[in-house]
């Protein structure tokens, strides 16, 4: 069965204080993880999907980066506005595409 | 562009009461997903949909049902209400299937 598992729950941030968020994964062949940004209240924002260990994807402050084993959200700098909770999600080879098994997220906030 | 669009917002229902949660993507996207969120747990499939016509059971489809008779709707119908079925629903839709889905902002339910 695919597991995610994502640290810490929760993140409290200076402004300008980078850090990084975990995912770790259990999947049989990996085919793609994904990462969201929630707002309270709101539904998912997709952000990046990474396919291979070693691939990067930036995005303003926000720098995805994926091993075979575990994926970082590396925060540069963060704003306030950065403040929201972090889904991390992977698809695996057993289920298909369908089968998404989402963590239960990183709750980050930036305080000025 | 609207995105996807879930109606309604809030909704508090009887114990065996019965209802149906609205959702409508202007993307002509053919993947289209339901997914509820609880506290402490990750996002869980309800149901999905791969075009007009198509809908499977997804992790959690008891006491649910679909129906997809044009591309850009995909209602859920929740029949005979129980507490169990608090939560949040998010529809989602996705051009490829394969990730990086478009989420709605929710329906907040609450059975009573």
């Known amino acids: 069965e695919d597991q995610v598992t994502q640290s810490p729950e929760a993140l409290r941030l200076q402004e300008g204080e980078s850090s990084s968020l975990n995912c770790s994964y259990t999947?049989?062949?990996?085919?793609?993880l994904f990462w969201y940004r929630q707002d309270p209240g709101k539904g998912p924002e997709f952000l990046f999907t990474?396919?291979?260990a070693g691939e990067e994807k930036e995005k303003e402050r926000l720098k995805a980066t994926l091993t075979k084993k575990e994926s970082f959200l590396h925060i540069t700098a963060p704003k306030p506005e950065d403040s929201a909770t972090y889904l991390c999600?992977?698809?695996?080879?057993?289920?298909?595409?369908?089968?998404?098994?989402f963590g239960i997220g990183t709750k980050l906030q930036v305080i000025p | 562009n609207a995105g996807v669009t879930q109606t309604p917002k809030f909704r508090i229902l009887k114990i065996g009461q019965s209802m149906t949660l609205q959702c409508t993507q202007d993307?002509?996207?053919?993947?289209m997903y339901w997914y509820r969120q609880d506290p402490g747990m990750g996002l869980k499939l309800i149901y999905y949909?791969?075009?007009?016509?198509?809908?499977d059971k997804g992790e959690v489809p008891n006491g649910y049902n679909v129906s997809r008779s044009t591309t850009e709707d995909f209602p859920l119908r929740l029949e005979l209400a129980a507490p169990s079925q608090t939560s949040v629903y998010f529809c989602?839709?996705?051009?490829?299937?394969?990730?990086?889905?478009?989420f709605g902002s929710g329906t907040r339910l609450t059975v009573v």
């Open positions: 993307m002509n996207h053919n993947y």
């Open positions: 999947v049989s062949g990996l085919r793609g």
């Open positions: 989602a839709s996705s051009y490829s299937g394969k990730g990086g889905y478009t």
């Open positions: 949909s791969v075009g007009a016509g198509i809908t």
């Open positions: 999600a992977v698809v695996g080879d057993s289920g298909g595409y369908q089968k998404v098994t």
């Open positions: 990474l396919y291979s």
